[in-house]
Structures are given as C-alpha cells and as structure tokens.
T-cell receptor, first 113, second 115 residues
C-alpha cells in the first residue's frame, strides 16, 4: 500500500492569503487527486493532478483559485489562493496506480480567519 | 455525472449488534464500489470494496452486497465493537481505484456503537 505524507497537517490562515499543501508518496503512482471535505460533509473531488501538464478540474473549481502542480510521479501540491472563511475545510490528497485501491493522506485541516 | 446517496446519516447500535448502511448510485457505467472508514482527525481508509461482477464480498465481520439492477449497495458490519465507531463513506467509480476520474462519495454515515 502507498504511504502518503501531507504537509502541513493543519494551519490557521488570514483571509486574502494563500496556502500551499504538499503531498508526498513513498512510491510512484499513476493517479493523484485532490479532494475537499467541508466540516461534517462528504469528500468532493477538486481536480486530478497530471504529471507534466495542467490539472483537470471538476465543475465548480478553477485553476486560479486552486493551482496544482505535479512535477513527478510521487509529489504534488495544491495551493488555496486568496482565501476566505468559506475555504475552511480539510484538503485530502489521494493516489492510486492501475487496478488498485485509492489511498488517502491524513488531510490538511485549514481554518481561515 | 454520478450521484451517490447514502443512508442513514447517523446510526446508533448496541455493541454486539449488526449495522447496515445503504447507498444508491445513478450512473449505470459505475462498476467499482469501495467503502471507507474515517476516524476523527484521520484520512479515509478503505475497509472493503466490490466490483460489479460479484454480488457479495465478505471480510471477517464486514460484508458488502451489490444489486446492480437496482443500483444499490450496502455495508454490513456484524458483532459491532466500540472501535467500529467512525464515519463511513460509500463511493462509486467506473474504474477500480477511481481510475482517471476519481471517486464520487456519499455524504457519510456516523456510526455510534453504544456500550
């Protein structure tokens, strides 16, 4: 199974600022995804992080707000830009490789004040 | 796109009793249905999954059933224990592991095991 390290695990940020979340996997993976989990809610897919090309965003999420990088097969970053209190959520990195299950990191708990 | 409905939102059972959580999906192309357990402050962990070519799968106290015709699947936990208390999410995808499109999740069930 893949071991996923997400940093930071939590942060409290001022509105209007940006936060970059890192996701590091202990092995090469095919797919990397970013999900958002609002307080007490389910997981919603933000985007698929594509290695060497632009991320694929789901409806309701845009690159200007959530820029994503994936420079190689083990690392990705998600930036939450120009934050507002509505961005307070848990952000989760998920990975999978071919016919295997999807693994999740522990998440980054973001509070915007 | 896919839509997954999950019920109930909260389920309280006595320790030792069984718990059943139900999900329905909308996209007939979905063929992979995982269940995740999320404990407080942690990321979701896969507990069991099923593909559409089987109707039931068991792993010790946990089982999942799938009715592809009716587009619903259920999680069954028998002989519940305090450590089963958590939030459980069902999900659906048209590919194992979420494929290229990720997973669509239900809203979650908060399972409470009463001692």
């Amino acid at each position: 199974s893949a071991v996923i390290s997400q940093k930071p695990s939590r942060d409290i940020c001022q509105r209007g600022t940006s936060l970059t979340i890192q996701c590091q996997v202990d092995s090469q993976v095919t797919m990397m995804f970013w999900y958002r989990q609002q307080p007490g809610q389910s997981l919603t897919l933000i985007a698929t992080a594509n290695q060497g090309s632009e991320a694929t965003y789901e409806s309701g999420f845009v690159i200007d707000k959530f820029p994503i990088s994936r420079p190689n097969l083990t690392f990705s970053t998600l930036t939450v830009s120009n934050m507002s209190p509505e961005d307070s959520s848990i952000y989760l990195c998920s990975v999978s490789s071919g016919p295997t299950e999807a693994f999740f990191g522990q998440g980054t708990r973001l509070t915007v004040v | 796109g896919e839509n997954v409905e999950q019920h109930p939102s909260t389920l309280s059972v006595q320790e030792g009793d069984s718990a059943v959580i139900k999900c329905t999906y909308s996209d007939s192309a979905s063929n992979y249905f995982p269940w995740y357990k999320q404990e407080l402050g942690k990321g979701p962990q896969l507990i069991i999954d099923i593909r559409s070519n089987v109707g039931e799968k068991k792993d010790q106290r946990i089982a999942v059933t799938l009715n592809k015709t009716a587009k619903h699947f259920s999680l069954h936990i028998t002989e519940t224990q305090p450590e089963d208390s958590a939030v459980y999410f069902c999900a659906a995808s048209n590919e194992w592991g979420g494929g290229a499109d990720g997973l669509t999740f239900g809203k979650g069930t908060h399972l409470i095991i009463q001692p």
